[in-house]
């Protein structure tokens, strides 16, 4: 199931075919069209085409090349239009210095004017924005302050820099990609897509404009949303059914619309491999870490109200040779429940599979032994969070619970080294972007010193 966070099929290019195009969307798997308006007209005809499908939803704006046309009613229009359940956005508005078809004063009044109406509707915006990055931040920021929680809106036809991405991400937008992320010279544009996390992501069509390779130069249409969502799966390193269900959610927590990813899941695939979720606890409480405040990943909800037992989750487990691996997860300490991940591990040993462990090291000081000759032949590779380079920037950005401060540091490398002895396969990993970590040293530190695999996650990506 996919959804296509931006079209235009309410245009002239589909008169023609419009019923036949909504039919190839239904048939490609698009659940939801979010059909853009750009002026009070097309506003309307966006709202009647959600009126007669259930799979299209509509919005309401003045785009920034159509304000020239504002007159004294339409604000008054657009209201109207935004009153009713299906309209679920103020925009298209925004910038758009590039063609410059309205008078850049008219469209820096009428955007702040459309994010006021949005701020008082309540509603979240579709910004357009197209070589006018400094004026564009300048006046969301009037409105959404640094580390706004995630639901302002979208910035959709994403073609700025990381600089922007970044911007829009902290003032709680989610960044929509179109087909230009599947163009052969758009490599910039790919490098800043593979950064956005995915609880913050959607694919577009923009249609009938930028259709993605391989048709590109054709009329796009929402049907050819799976190229963009396949090209941006792929430059992730994930599945599409991942991608899809990531936006499906991020879609419900924008906009209330499809559903809610259910609490208490205990075993879960990204990729090609199974995931375990046995506990939300944890013996650190890392600057980065989201478990506690929004433990989703790739669309799935990690919330526990109970932890499951080893029959449970050897159950969830069903086949593990269907998998590449299987992961017991690093959201929450895996090593906390010591015994039920060893009954699990064994079980899953005897029917062939691999497993994996994603941990903070702090194992051995948790269960008060040298555990790693106990996981011998259980697990085949272990990832340890080595997070930083001296004891004090760890400390900074693991904030290890009371009874695991003091120089736990040294125990999380002296954990790595010894689990060479009895893991195939050992991993260091950092998170980046922390201020008070030398990335470069983690890095020499994991081969040079440690012996290992040296591993970067990026601060905001998971999963
Ligand atoms: S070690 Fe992992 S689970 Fe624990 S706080 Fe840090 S990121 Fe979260
Ligand atoms: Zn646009
Ligand atoms: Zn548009």
Same mark, same amino acid.
């Given at each position: 199931?996919?959804?296509? &966070?931006?079209?235009?099929?309410?245009?002239?290019?589909?008169?023609?075919?419009?019923?036949?195009?909504?039919?190839?969307?239904?048939?490609?798997? #698009?659940?939801?069209?979010?059909?853009?308006?750009?002026?009070?007209?097309? $506003?309307?005809?966006?709202?009647?085409?959600?009126?007669?499908?259930?799979?299209?939803? &509509?919005?309401?704006?003045?785009?920034?090349?159509?304000?020239?046309?504002?007159?004294?009613?339409?604000?008054?229009?657009?209201?109207?239009?935004?009153?009713?359940?299906?309209?679920?956005?103020?925009?298209?508005?925004? *910038?758009?210095?590039?063609?410059?078809? $309205?008078? =850049?004063?008219?469209? @820096?009044?009428?955007?702040?004017?459309?994010?006021?109406?949005?701020?008082?509707?309540?509603?979240?915006?579709?910004?357009?924005?197209?070589? /006018?990055?400094?004026?564009?931040?300048?006046?969301?920021?009037?409105?959404?302050?640094?580390?706004?929680? /995630? !639901?302002?809106?979208?910035?959709?036809?994403?073609?700025?820099?990381?600089?922007?991405?970044?911007?829009?991400?902290?003032?709680?937008?989610?960044?929509?990609?179109?087909?230009?992320?599947? +163009?052969?010279?758009?490599?910039?544009?790919?490098?800043?897509?593979?950064?956005?996390?995915?609880?913050?992501? +959607?694919?577009?069509?923009?249609?009938?404009?930028?259709?993605?390779?391989?048709?590109?130069?054709?009329?796009?249409?929402?049907?050819?949303?799976?190229?963009?969502?396949?090209?941006?799966?792929?430059?992730?390193?994930?599945?599409?059914?991942?991608?899809?269900?990531?936006?499906? *959610?991020?879609?419900?927590?924008? +906009?209330?619309?499809?559903?809610?990813?259910?609490?208490?899941?205990?075993?879960?695939?990204?990729?090609? $491999?199974?995931?375990?979720?046995?506990?939300?606890?944890?013996?650190?409480?890392?600057? +980065?870490?989201?478990?506690?405040?929004?433990? #989703?990943?790739?669309?799935?909800?990690?919330?526990?109200?109970?932890?499951?037992?080893?029959?449970? @989750?050897?159950?969830?487990?069903?086949?593990?040779?269907?998998?590449?691996?299987?992961?017991?997860?690093?959201? !929450?300490?895996?090593?906390?429940?010591?015994?039920?991940? =060893?009954?699990? /591990?064994?079980?899953?040993?005897?029917?062939?599979?691999?497993?994996? @462990?994603?941990?903070?090291?702090?194992?051995?000081?948790?269960?008060?032994?040298?555990?790693?000759?106990? *996981?011998?032949?259980?697990?085949?590779?272990? $990832?340890? &969070?080595?997070?930083?380079?001296?004891?004090?920037?760890?400390? /900074?950005?693991?904030?290890?619970?009371?009874?695991?401060?003091? !120089?736990?540091?040294?125990?999380?490398?002296?954990?790595?080294?010894?689990? =060479?002895?009895?893991?195939?396969? #050992?991993?260091? &990993?950092?998170?980046?972007?922390?201020?008070? #970590?030398?990335?470069?040293?983690?890095?020499?530190?994991?081969?040079?010193?440690? !012996?290992?695999?040296?591993?970067?996650?990026?601060?905001?990506?998971?999963?």
């Amino acid at each position: 199931m996919i959804i296509d &966070s931006h079209a235009h099929i309410d245009t002239e290019p589909f008169d023609e075919d419009r019923e036949e195009v909504i039919q190839r969307a239904r048939d490609q798997g #698009v659940e939801y069209i979010l059909n853009v308006g750009c002026d009070i007209e097309s $506003s309307r005809r966006s709202l009647d085409l959600a009126e007669r499908y259930d799979l299209v939803y &509509s919005t309401a704006g003045v785009h920034p090349h159509d304000v020239k046309s504002i007159d004294e009613d339409t604000y008054a229009h657009l209201r109207v239009l935004l009153a009713h359940p299906k309209t679920l956005a103020v925009g298209e508005t925004g *910038l758009d210095f590039f063609k410059n078809y $309205s008078p =850049k004063e008219e469209q @820096l009044i009428h955007f702040r004017k459309q994010v006021e109406l949005a701020r008082e509707l309540n509603k979240p915006i579709i910004v357009h924005t197209r070589d /006018a990055q400094k004026d564009t931040i300048a006046i969301l920021a009037d409105y959404f302050p640094k580390n706004a929680p /995630a !639901g302002s809106g979208i910035f959709h036809c994403f073609s700025g820099d990381q600089y922007l991405a970044d911007r829009a991400l902290e003032m709680g937008f989610y960044i929509s990609f179109s087909g230009s992320v599947t +163009f052969k010279k758009a490599d910039d544009l790919r490098a800043v897509a593979k950064t956005i996390p995915a609880e913050r992501l +959607f694919a577009e069509t923009d249609c009938p404009y930028l259709a993605p390779v391989p048709n590109r130069g054709k009329r796009n249409e929402p049907s050819f949303v799976r190229h963009v969502a396949q090209a941006l799966a792929d430059l992730r390193g994930v599945d599409i059914a991942d991608f899809e269900r990531a936006s499906a *959610l991020n879609f419900f927590e924008l +906009f209330g619309v499809g559903r809610q990813a259910k609490t208490g899941t205990i075993a879960y695939q990204i990729r090609n $491999s199974l995931y375990l979720n046995l506990t939300q606890r944890c013996t650190a409480d890392c600057v +980065f870490c989201t478990r506690l405040t929004k433990p #989703v990943v790739q669309g799935y909800n990690l919330k526990l109200d109970r932890e499951p037992t080893a029959q449970e @989750l050897w159950e969830a487990i069903d086949d593990p040779k269907k998998y590449d691996q299987v992961v017991f997860c690093g959201f !929450g300490e895996p090593t906390l429940r010591l015994d039920t991940l =060893k009954e699990v /591990a064994a079980k899953i040993k005897s029917a062939g599979g691999q497993v994996r @462990l994603n941990t903070n090291g702090h194992g051995n000081i948790i269960n008060k032994r040298n555990i790693l000759p106990e *996981l011998k032949g259980l697990i085949d590779e272990v $990832s340890v &969070s080595l997070n930083a380079d001296t004891s004090e920037a760890y400390d /900074a950005v693991t904030q290890p619970l009371p009874g695991f401060r003091n !120089g736990i540091y040294d125990k999380v490398k002296e954990f790595i080294v010894e689990a =060479k002895k009895y893991i195939p396969k #050992v991993q260091a &990993s950092i998170v980046t972007h922390q201020k008070e #970590v030398d990335e470069e040293q983690c890095h020499d530190l994991a081969e040079n010193t440690l !012996g290992v695999q040296y591993r970067m996650r990026r601060y905001n990506i998971v999963g």
